[in-house]
């Protein structure tokens, strides 16, 4: 399958890794169904398939994650291990893929929030960082900066009603950078505001890291907002048509 992949040659690639993952269930193989499902993920993603990719590629994972948790509470960590956690990156940077290639917004949006606050409550920091850092870059890559303001809203939305302050104000960092660099000062501001107030009660280096460097780029925004108090408001700095919403 993989060989005809190389080539281009997708609905044989198909053919190979659907009898592949028939056996693998027949066998019970979980390795091998889980590539098989992600192989075919990927072939769907490419012909377009946003639909048939997700289904596969949520099954691919589902799985993963069931055999990442299967050891026993305490026991050390093998090569299995590895290639699990190895995977599973994979799969997050494919279903991130799958979900920004939707073009239902509503839907997609809804469905990466859920599985970035299912990452975080795996207190997968890894997994969570990747796919968040995959979303900024393609929102910064296409330009959409009133969608990545949408989602950025509705994801902090979100984590602080689950409780997942440290995320929570994470997001209000990207949010108020995003608002910062379209001329949005006390938009920013108060984002930035917002994400140090979640971290008041939180412990830990990270969390005083965090907290920090909101204090700090809010104190580096205090010219820019005397200069839009005297212009009247954000929107006089924005521009016609620049609105994030």
Not at 82 to 88: F, L, S
Not at 185 to 207: C, I, M, Q, S, V
């Amino acid at each position: 399958g993989r060989a005809f992949s190389a080539k281009g040659l997708a609905k044989r690639a198909h053919s190979c890794f659907n009898n592949s993952a028939v056996i693998a269930k027949k066998i019970f193989d979980a390795d091998y169904l889980i590539s098989s499902l992600e192989e075919l993920g990927r072939i769907a993603l490419a012909a377009g398939e946003t639909a048939q990719a997700k289904r596969l590629l949520k099954e691919a994972f589902a799985m993963n994650e069931g055999l990442l948790t299967s050891r026993r509470p305490g026991s050390p960590r093998d090569d299995a291990d590895a290639v699990y956690e190895r995977r599973k990156d994979t799969l997050v940077d494919l279903m991130i893929s799958t979900y920004l290639d939707d073009p239902n917004v509503a839907v997609s949006e809804k469905e990466m929030a859920e599985f970035l606050a299912h990452l975080h409550r795996r207190r997968d920091a890894k997994g969570l960082a990747s796919a968040l850092g995959k979303i900024g870059t393609y929102f910064r890559v296409r330009g959409e900066h009133a969608r990545a303001a949408r989602f950025f809203e509705s994801v902090s939305t979100v984590f602080e009603r689950a409780g997942m302050a440290v995320v929570a104000a994470e997001v209000a960092e990207i949010l108020g950078d995003l608002y910062r660099d379209r001329g949005l000062p006390r938009k920013a501001f108060n984002r930035y505001w917002r994400g140090a107030t979640l971290l008041e009660d939180t412990t830990g280096d990270h969390e005083a890291e965090l907290r920090r460097t909101l204090k700090d780029r809010m104190d580096a925004l205090k010219p820019a907002l005397s200069a839009a108090q005297r212009a009247g408001d954000d929107a006089v700095l924005a521009g016609p048509g620049n609105s994030p919403r």
